[in-house]
DNA sequence: TTGTATGCGTTATCAG
DNA sequence: CTGATAACGCATACAA
């Protein structure tokens, strides 16, 4: 039955090029073969149109050419923006991907791990907010975005680098008294870099800084009484603002103009991301944009080196400032 | 070496349980077995931490519990939000997505489908613009968007409706002349429906109406000229715009401010496609929600129905009006 | 260099 | 109902 569906194999290659299984197969893998035996086969694969097995290969040789990707979903357009360039990097090397939602649910990342080695996956890349994510032994592990230990090789926007930037940033742009605002795991990894890097600079420069860091599953109402605390006669304390993603920064700017506080006449807001309209077009607002495509490419190569052991265990790489409109440029 | 890293084998476990090879087989496919062999089998599993191979079972079945799913790419958040939707359809009866991204190119188009093929996928689901996109015999084979013939189906938002919705909103919020503007193929397809739809609700409704719709490669310089022709002493001859997608909605907002023409004041847009900012948040614009999940579910459940033959060749999913901002309520 | 034969892990067929 | 065994398509060690 479903035989029927089912392509020629090696064995009708070989017949029909008159020469022997084994010899089809190097000829498919590339090895070395006789030049008149390599035409015969090639002929015989135009012919019945041959495309090897994916199946019997790796059973053969157990490996999968899959890569399994844990992410949380494709619905926030930044985890959307690694999963395409991701893909795209691993089918450069003919790779394939096995897509993972988490979902932020630990429950979820643990049974994708476990699904990911029954399906005798190559290589994982991982980027998750578990701060007890078990990582398993014996396959190549990369994480994006969280240090776990230095044999768990973590690939990462310049956080630190793109704080300070921010800090710069506003500072050029004449603020004069400034805050951090961010939401997420209260353990240190590398997005709070971010924070550190901000601050850092704020000491440098002699600007007056303020911060309020909230942890996973505190309500938002947080950040509202943080900035009506800080305001007073209609005119909020600070100018300057720099937020620990896009997404939350839109959030902020909601709140601001409800308060009747302006956008960027009042106060200037940069983000951390670099979330562009439509995937492609403007910056949705003033922010640090995180290098996705090379993040991606990094990753890749990394679970795929083989040698896991000679790799560095964290890379950083370069972020930008992009003006969206939430900035006085 | 590579065999360090793979686990267990029903051999393994036969052996462990002191049962024959397929009375193991026949345990972890639920068949049938008596009660006390199954419980030393699904000990020694437990004790084993014993994982099915997927590759082997692909091999001897020929069914590998994937569907490819060829779309774009992720960069676009209503892309990007099908593949969530349709990853967690898949995942929820137990199938793998094998994710192939087009880029508009048909030439890609045409390899992932041969390599669909060449992984013995068990369905495809295609979101082509491609008119002449070839369709693989003997694999069940979905669209979204596309209808090909009636042997292929089609899964759809209700284009002809969103159209007929449009015009109905503009006309409850006061428009008393109106334009619909659009790209893309010129060929008719689900998508040409919109403007069916708008155009016929005007009629009805009494709603004078203009149109432009460019073909794909078009610049979108000819948009901004359509809007020049019908402007006089800066008033813009429409006070409602009908517009194909949110992208081009997005755009088309930016040059009339450029112009000087305020949005919702001088003139209300309604884009299609519900895109919301950060995927999760409000709409971005005023638009035409596609029903992204159900579109998904019935794909998925399309292709994986087996008997291909009687399941309808077009099916009509309901669309909503969801206020952003660029219309007057 | 090419041919032959074995085994990867699984399901299915056939005997017992 | 269970046990033994063949076959799926491929890569590879070994023989020629």
Redesign the pocket.
């Known amino acids: 039955m479903a035989k029927e569906r089912?392509g020629p194999?090696?064995?009708d290659v070989a017949r029909e090029a008159g020469?022997?299984?084994?010899?089809v197969?190097?000829v498919?893998?590339g090895e070395?073969?006789?030049e008149?035996?390599r035409e015969k086969v090639n002929a015989a694969i135009q012919q019945l149109g041959y495309q090897?097995?994916t199946s019997?290969?790796a059973?053969?040789?157990d490996r999968t050419n899959t890569i399994a990707l844990i992410i949380p979903n494709t619905i926030n357009p930044y985890f959307a923006l690694l999963v395409n360039h991701i893909n795209i990097a691993l089918e450069k090397r003919n790779y394939r991907m096995m897509l993972c939602f988490s979902e932020y649910d630990r429950d979820r990342e643990a049974e994708f791990i476990r699904m990911a080695r029954q399906n005798r996956v190559d290589g994982i890349i991982a980027l998750s907010y578990n701060p007890r994510l078990e990582i398993p032994e014996g396959i190549p592990f990369v994480t994006i975005d969280r240090f776990f230990s230095s044999s768990v090789p973590c690939v990462a926007a310049d956080n630190f680098g793109g704080g300070r930037l921010a800090a710069v940033k506003l500072k050029e742009l004449g603020c004069t008294r400034v805050a951090f605002m961010r939401i997420g795991s209260t353990i240190t990894n590398e997005p709070s870099k971010r924070r550190d890097g901000f601050i850092s600079a704020c000491v440098e420069l002699n600007l007056p800084f303020d911060q309020i860091a909230l942890e996973d599953g505190q309500p938002y109402e947080e950040f509202v009484k943080f900035l009506i605390r800080n305001t007073a006669k209609g005119k909020l304390a600070f100018d300057g603002l720099f937020v620990g993603t896009d997404s939350l920064a839109w959030q902020i700017i909601q709140t601001l103009k409800q308060m009747g506080i302006r956008v960027p006449e009042d106060v200037q807001v940069i983000g951390f991301d670099g979330i562009r309209m439509f995937g492609d077009q403007e910056p949705v607002l003033s922010t640090i944009v995180q290098p996705a495509q090379e993040i991606a490419e990094t990753c890749v190569s990394m679970v795929l080196s083989g040698h896991m052991s000679n790799v560095p265990s964290l890379v950083c790489l370069p972020v930008a400032y992009a003006a969206g409109g939430t900035t006085r440029e």
């Open positions: 089912s194999t090696m064995a020469v022997a299984l084994g010899t197969s190097r498919v893998n070395q073969v006789g008149e035996f090897y097995n019997g290969r059973l053969r040789t």
